[in-house]
């Protein structure tokens, strides 16, 4: 099971139905960070896709709120983000997140690109 942080309905849908179609993965949604951060407490899951800027608490804040609980801090986090500067390998490694992928976002390859950065085989 998946979770996936993103203060757009639109890219919440889009990305929910490319994963559960194309890797047939659980996907559960979060519209908001402090959404996102109950929900990875309570249903603990496998992978958190997180957009990085929202309104009110951005991504950034709920990455370093995960990494410092004991309950989510082992839960790996990628980004899908729209600042480029996040997509550069050296700065989401030092964040600690596992990779970013920018938007817009093919829909196509967002499942590879997701198992390549947590380091998934996918099933063919």
Avoid at 15 to 36: D, H, P
Avoid at 45 to 64: C, T
Avoid at 102 to 118: E, G, R, Y
Wanted: net charge neutral.
């Amino acid at each position: 099971m998946g979770r996936l942080t993103d203060d757009e309905l639109n890219i919440r849908q889009i990305v929910k139905a490319c994963l559960e179609s194309l890797g047939g993965w659980e996907v559960v949604l979060a519209a908001s960070a402090q959404e996102g951060l109950v929900k990875a407490v309570s249903e603990k899951p496998d992978a958190i896709l997180l957009d990085v800027m929202m309104p009110e608490m951005d991504g950034l804040v709920l990455l370093r709120q995960l990494q410092v609980n004991p309950v989510t801090q082992s839960i790996p986090v990628v980004f899908l983000t729209g600042r480029l500067s996040l997509t550069e390998p050296q700065r989401f490694q030092r964040l600690g997140v596992k990779g970013s992928i920018a938007k817009p976002f093919n829909s196509l390859t967002l499942v590879p690109q997701i198992a390549n950065a947590l380091g998934w085989n996918l099933q063919t």
